[in-house]
């Protein structure tokens, strides 16, 4: 049975950092494609990162160069290191995972409904 539990969502001045972390069970890393998706209240879920199954990463513009995701591989755990955090960052974020697609994962091909397992959601708030 797949899992994906998250963690590391807080409250954090402006500038600050967070790391999330999402700890999967089930789940085969070298085979399985990885993202992270923010949503905030009344709008659509958007793709932040993703990870593709030979590691290649993706970001959405608003977070290059200052978010980067990676995998611990032999801790089964996918992470989202944030840092110079903004008020607009501030946003529901969940980890998505699924067996590797037909076409290669990146932010301008992320959808959250090629994602069959997601993790619950861990807030994050960025304050001024």
């Known amino acids: 049975q797949v899992q994906l539990v998250e963690s590391g969502g807080g409250s954090v001045q402006a500038g600050g950092s967070l790391r999330l972390s999402c700890e999967m069970s089930?789940?085969?890393?070298?085979?399985?494609?990885m993202g992270w998706f923010r949503q905030v209240s009344g709008k659509e879920r958007e793709g932040v990162a993703s990870?593709?199954?030979?590691?290649?990463?993706s970001y959405a513009d608003s977070v290059k160069g200052r978010f980067t995701i990676s995998q611990d591989n032999a801790n089964n755990i996918l992470y989202l290191q944030m840092n110079s955090l903004k008020p607009e960052d501030t946003a529901m974020y969940y980890c998505?995972?699924?067996?590797?697609?037909?076409?290669?994962?990146?932010?301008?091909?992320?959808?959250?409904?090629?994602?069959?397992?997601w993790g619950q959601g861990t807030q994050v708030t960025v304050y001024s």
């Open positions: 998505a995972a699924d067996r590797a697609f037909s076409f290669r994962l990146s932010i301008a091909t992320m959808w959250e409904g090629d994602f069959n397992h």
């Open positions: 990870i593709d199954v030979d590691g290649t990463t």
């Open positions: 089930g789940v085969t890393f070298k085979t399985w494609c």
